[in-house]
């Protein structure tokens, strides 16, 4: 594990408010596996900082899985039973079984994307989680930062805390939703 440095903490602030402002741009409710990339990547560097792991807590890394991928995966699987499934059933009973199980696939395309992936919605709320970690890291004052990079810094933490609350206000019940 490596000492946290006043520079990459300098920069973890300003990683903060470009993802907030990057999630901004993209539907709450879908996954974006490129976000997801980029959110785990910054998490693995905050994860290799011992200062950061108690601020942390129990921060788990995004899941890139999106409805495109949970279909193509149950339509390779749906091949692969229809085949089967009809030599060793025979070709009546093999095709029920088929014509149900492609049933249930067309199923799974209701299911909400945030039941497999992570939706940008909560990459919010984690990328908040993780605002919430620095903040309180500034504010214990073990960083020991000169007075410029301090305000500069929490600038940028309340400049991405308040998108990321904005953003999950709309995605979560904001105007117009019951």
């Known amino acids: 594990m490596a000492p946290l440095t006043r ?18 741009r993209h539907d709450p409710h879908r996954v974006h596996p490129g976000l997801c990339r ?8 905050l994860r290799a900082c011992r200062v950061l792991r108690s601020h942390l807590g129990g921060l788990t890394e995004a899941r890139p899985i999106t409805r495109l991928h949970v279909l193509a995966t149950g339509l390779g699987l749906w091949l692969v039973l229809h085949l089967f499934l009809v ?24 299911v909400p994307e945030s039941t497999y992936g992570t ?6 709320g984690k990328l908040l989680r993780v605002v919430d970690g620095l903040e309180s ?14 305000f500069r810094i929490k600038e940028n933490l309340e400049e991405a805390r308040r998108e990321l609350r904005q953003q999950l206000y709309l995605a979560h019940g904001g105007p117009g939703r019951g």
């Open 137 to 150: 890291l500034l504010q214990s004052g073990e960083m020991e930062v000169t007075e410029a990079v301090y």
């Open 87 to 110: 030599r060793w059933l025979g070709p009546w009973a093999g095709r029920v079984a088929a014509t149900l199980f492609l049933g249930l696939l067309a199923m799974a395309f209701f």
């Open 119 to 124: 939706t940008v919605a909560l990459l919010e």
């Open 38 to 45: 980029a959110f785990n990547q910054g998490i693995a560097r």
């Open 7 to 24: 520079k990459e903490f300098y920069d973890l602030s300003f990683w903060c408010r470009d993802l907030a402002l990057e999630l901004a």
